[in-house]
């Protein structure tokens, strides 16, 4: 057979999403939760804050508010309140990036399975996939699935598992350092499209791209090898 036949032949095992930054503009709305809070503490935020608030878990950017005002309120409170300015902000805008659907509906197409892999609280999650379409995806993880959430491995290996798949064989899509880490612990092969400033490094098995309108199921083959 031709190589070039043979390439497009090839498939990935599976498809692991990554949900706010990846398939839907929500970055900006987690953003723009934890700013509101920060301001209600009397601390403004910056790019210097950027890592401590972008893919991260809603406890990580709570236990950051709660170190950098001092404040009185429990990093649990804060953990509420930015769950809850969210949520009202993502049921109220939702909206795919640039050829997330496309590249859904060809990967549909070519019957291989995906995996949406958040590290968002499950009704933040549910609310997404309302909108985006839930028949997507053969498996969802949110935050509550896992003892662990992002960075670490565990939501990667759990969809991976639920699949039945060898994690190597899968290729993660992510858009923030916080997602890369725990997909490449996990073994997967990794794809970076980043939704921010804060830099991604490029490595084995880690690939940047600048959208996913550039990604398609020979590029996706292609990270995983030869099958």
Request: with cysteine.
């Amino acid at each position: 057979m031709p190589e070039a036949a043979t390439s497009a032949a090839r498939k990935p095992a599976a498809v692991l999403f990554d949900m706010d930054g990846t398939l839907v503009d929500t970055e900006q709305l987690w953003w723009d939760a934890a700013v509101e809070c920060a301001a209600e503490l009397d601390l403004t935020l910056t790019d210097a804050d950027l890592p401590e608030v972008l893919g991260q878990a809603v406890e990580h950017t709570a236990a950051h508010l709660h170190r950098a005002s001092r404040t009185t309120l429990s990093e649990l409170e804060l953990a509420v309140r930015l769950n809850d300015s969210f949520t009202d902000k993502v049921a109220a805008e939702v909206v795919p990036r640039p050829g997330a659907l496309a590249l859904l509906a060809e990967l549909r197409d070519a019957a291989v399975p995906t995996a949406l892999v958040s590290a968002s609280p499950r009704r933040v999650v549910d609310l997404v996939l309302g909108t985006l379409g839930r028949d997507w995806f053969a498996v969802t993880l949110a935050a509550e699935d896992t003892p662990r959430t992002k960075p670490e491995p565990d939501p990667y290996l759990a969809a991976a598992a639920r699949l039945g798949l060898d994690p190597a064989l899968c290729v993660a899509v992510e858009d923030t350092p916080t997602g890369v880490a725990s997909a490449y612990a996990a073994g997967c092969a990794v794809l970076a499209v980043p939704s921010s400033a804060v830099p991604i490094a490029a490595a084995e098995r880690i690939t940047l791209l600048d959208s996913l309108e550039q990604v398609d199921l020979a590029l996706l083959a292609g990270l995983t090898g030869p099958r």
